[in-house]
């Protein structure tokens, strides 16, 4: 037996997904994911104990999408791709290629092609180490390959955009 840490993941379900719950010809055998007993739950039936709730997760994600909210959701779409063509045309400038056609991008997590002859472990390590910025690597096929910049959520600014680009320069 292990524990597991209470996490968070909001969860809709269409009302043919609740018909099924509610006509199951048997009864679930495990706790973990018992969505009977998480609506039975919800429903205001006899309160069972079925999972520990992430009490603090649960006051993260309020207060994030109160932010959400009060920013506006067409203006945080505005700011993130404003800021990711801010970080394109710099990185362009500096050479770089963006793995994903154009048309394909997120605006929030830009994966960059890491051009020949860099270093691009010992690139990430500096970032890191001397200027405080974390930038991922690739994974699976792409890693040492590509690197994976996130623009996401309070991050997504011209200045981080800016940090990031002349701390580039400056390893590079």
């Known amino acids: 037996m292990f524990e597991r840490t209470p996490g968070l993941s909001p969860v809709t379900f269409s009302q043919a997904a609740i018909d099924v ?3 199951r010809k048997t009864k679930v055998q495990s706790w973990f994911l018992d969505l009977t007993m998480v609506k039975n739950y919800w429903a205001g039936a006899k309160r069972a104990y079925h999972h520990t709730a992430p ?5 993260a994600m309020r207060e994030a999408l109160r932010i959400v909210l009060e920013e506006g959701l067409e203006n945080r779409f505005k700011r993130h791709q404003k800021n990711h063509e ?5 990185l362009e400038a500096m050479g770089f290629e963006f793995l994903v056609e154009k048309q394909y991008r997120l605006p929030m997590l830009n994966a960059v092609v ?6 691009e472990a010992e690139v990430r ?10 930038i991922g ?22 200045n981080h955009v800016n940090m990031l680009l002349a ?3 400056a390893v590079m």
């Open 21 to 23: 719950l509610d006509n």
């Open 55 to 59: 009490v603090s997760a649960m006051f």
């Open 86 to 90: 801010l970080l394109r045309d710099g």
């Open 114 to 119: 890491i051009p020949d002859g860099v270093d």
């Open 125 to 134: 390590k500096r970032l890191l180490n001397e200027y405080n910025i974390e």
């Open 137 to 158: 690597g690739g994974l699976g096929p792409y890693a040492g390959k590509i690197w994976r910049i996130g623009l996401m959520g309070e991050s997504s600014t011209p």
């Open 167 to 169: 701390a580039l320069k």
